[in-house]
């Protein structure tokens, strides 16, 4: 069976504290989600070395979001594979659309990048996907194949069996499109017959990611397709938090969980309310649940909403139960369309 993936690249957002604070809420919520997903985060390069002391104790793997195509050297700027691996990271990000558009990453640069990557015992997360342009010419199959043919069938049997694809469908990132589910599935079972021509049976058991921009009515439809293992994105959510920082989401079982760390909670007289706009999508029961944590342990519930008779949730308000809590989190079923969320402190 392969191995299910959720892999967080992070881009270039937070600062070395606020990331450390990322990944502490993530590994303490780690318990909430099945064992036979593997998570994965990428934070900024500038962050490793934090994150890994703060993800110590967990399962949570480590990950780069690239490497340098050389080993060492007069390469100003460049960060070496061996370095990034030194530091505890066990994969990288390799061939992200990103750094293909913005700094003109070609296949033959890739080819170095994964050799590189798999002379460090690093497991490449190699990056493949068409353009908004692309897609509506009707040349998404053949971009996709180019990208693996020119780069995943130069690598041995031995080193195939160590790799992680991430499909991208590129004009559905921050546009506001979304690739439907049948779509996904449609182009992930086609880059697996693409990696069959080359390696057999072994295409099986690799492991396909969805790295488009997913939202919670849509994450559980599209990872529950057969050639869809996983999710290679963690979605960015602005939020009107105390501090003015982002907030970050994740799989919790099979609901979203939004954690929240206020710039301070010091004041009895102050409460917490979120805000939510969204709507159910034809269920006929659901839950909103918010809870106050404090690392590992859940201090209290606050308050549940019953979202079976409601076609809107506006407000839930609660207090803290404790100045010791270091983070706030929403609980909400997966099928749960939330349009807006926000954090605000009133006395």
Same mark, same amino acid.
Do not use: F, I
């Given at each position: 069976m392969r191995k299910k993936i959720v892999a967080g690249n992070w881009k270039m957002n937070t600062l070395p504290a606020e990331g450390v604070e990322l990944a502490k809420g993530i590994a303490a919520g780690r318990g909430e989600v099945c064992s036979c997903v593997n998570f994965i985060v990428c934070p900024p390069f500038t962050h490793l070395s934090q994150v890994a002391?703060?993800?110590k104790g967990s399962d949570i793997a480590l990950g780069a979001q690239d490497c340098a195509t050389e080993a060492k050297g007069? %390469?100003?700027?460049e960060i070496a594979a061996s370095m990034i691996a030194a530091l505890g990271c066990k994969y990288v990000i390799l061939g992200h659309s990103e750094r293909r558009q913005y700094y003109g990453e070609t296949s033959a640069t890739l080819n170095k990048k994964m050799a590189q990557a798999y002379a460090n015992g690093l497991t490449p997360i190699y990056c493949v996907g068409e353009n908004l342009e692309e897609r509506e010419a009707g040349k998404h199959f053949d971009v996709v194949k180019a990208q693996i043919e020119e780069v995943v069938y130069n690598l041995t049997e031995e080193e195939y069996k160590n790799l992680v694809i991430a499909y991208e469908p590129v004009w559905a990132i921050g546009t506001g499109k979304t690739a439907s589910a049948e779509q996904a599935q449609e182009i992930h079972a086609y880059i697996r017959q693409v990696l069959a021509a080359k390696f057999g049976?072994?295409?099986q058991d690799t492991a396909i990611l969805y790295g488009g921009s997913c939202?919670? @009515?849509n994450a559980a439809e599209i990872f529950a397709k057969e050639d869809v293992d996983g999710g290679a994105e963690l979605v960015r959510v602005e939020n009107g938090? +105390?501090?003015g920082k982002v907030?970050? +989401?994740?799989m919790a079982n099979s609901a979203i969980t939004y954690p929240y760390k206020p710039t301070q909670v010091d004041e009895a @007289?102050? %409460?917490y309310k979120v805000k939510i706009?969204? @709507?159910l999508e034809g269920k006929e029961t659901g839950s909103a649940e918010c809870f106050l944590i404090n690392g590992s342990e859940k201090l209290s519930d606050w308050k549940k909403v019953d979202l079976s008779a409601l076609g809107k949730v506006d407000c839930l308000t609660f207090s803290p139960a404790s100045n010791e809590a270091n983070a706030y989190g929403l609980l909400v079923p997966a099928y749960f369309a939330i349009d807006e969320i926000g954090l605000i402190a009133e006395k």
């Open positions: 002391e703060a993800l007069a %390469y100003t700027g049976a072994a295409a939202k919670p @009515s938090l +105390l501090d907030s970050y +989401l994740y @007289s102050y %409460y706009t969204g @709507s």
